[in-house]
């Protein structure tokens, strides 16, 4: 459990961080499902990049560097509730597609929450490879 925590955690951790730098620069040409940022106020940029790019660390740094590993918890739920915000704005947009996408990372993202709280906690001690780490004891 602890490792597929942990490879979700890095994968989602990478996409949030990277779509949070997104929320910065806006580029031309975004391919089609991504259009929807051209749209978005430069205030809702700033807060949803930030955000995100946090979140993607939080999912990442805590358990990694052994630094308050609770923060991957938070991290993980407040992302959720990033995910149901946004369901909700492109809900309002009739985008379908995004709106799936946004339930499905929320999903996802509550499942790292729960796993890294109930399943497989990380205590501060554990390393990435070591593969006692989120083993639970009897």
Request: glycine share 12%; aromatic share 8%.
């Amino acid at each position: 459990m602890n490792r597929l925590l942990w490879v979700l955690q890095v994968v989602f951790g990478v996409y949030f961080i990277a779509v949070g730098v997104v929320h910065f620069l806006v580029p031309e040409g975004l391919p089609g499902p991504m259009e929807w940022m051209y749209e978005l106020s430069d205030p809702l940029h700033i807060v949803a990049g930030v955000a995100e790019i946090l979140g993607g660390m939080g999912l990442i740094l805590p358990g990694l560097t052994g630094v308050h590993p609770h923060l991957t918890v938070l991290a993980a739920a407040g992302l959720v509730i990033m995910m149901l915000g946004a369901a909700v704005w492109h809900l309002s947009r009739g985008e379908a597609a995004n709106i799936a996408l946004n339930l499905v990372n929320a999903a996802v993202l509550g499942f790292i929450a729960y796993g890294r709280w109930r399943l497989s906690p990380l205590d501060g001690r554990q390393s990435v490879a070591d593969p006692r780490a989120g083993v639970a004891p009897r």
